[in-house]
Nanobody, 127 residues
């Protein structure tokens, strides 16, 4: 069992930055790939960024490449999403998720590949 708690969301002006953090509990966190997704009302949850269990590889949605950076610290059971150059279209609830497959060398971009989810944190970017 893995429990995830996101923090760091808030209101920011366009062009600003936020750093989201996800604190995990559970012994298997460090063995799982992790991801960040986001969702707006009436839309499906969409992939933002992901990282392998070791942190050796990362992946990003095209719309965040060069602006967002995912990282993890397995000694502290945390994963972070640094978001720069935020735009109003980045407004959403952001979710942290823990992948199903332990020790996989891959990261995952589909929601069905994730087993545990946090409650989400709201990010609002004003123009």
């Amino acid at each position: 069992q893995v429990q995830l708690v996101e923090s760091g969301g808030g209101l920011v002006q366009a062009g600003g930055s936020l750093r989201l953090s996800c604190a995990a509990s559970g012994r298997t966190f460090s063995r799982r790939p992790m991801g960040w997704f986001r969702q707006t009302p009436g839309k499906e949850r969409e992939f933002v960024a992901a990282i392998t269990w070791s942190g050796s590889s990362t992946g990003y949605a095209d719309f965040v490449k060069g602006r967002f950076t995912i990282s993890r610290d397995n000694t502290k059971n945390t994963v972070a999403l640094q978001m720069n150059s935020l735009q109003p279209e980045d407004t959403a609830v952001y979710y942290c998720a823990a992948g199903r497959t332990l020790f996989s060398g891959s990261y995952y971009v589909k929601t069905q590949d994730y087993e545990y989810w946090g409650q989400g944190t709201q990010v609002t970017v004003s123009s």
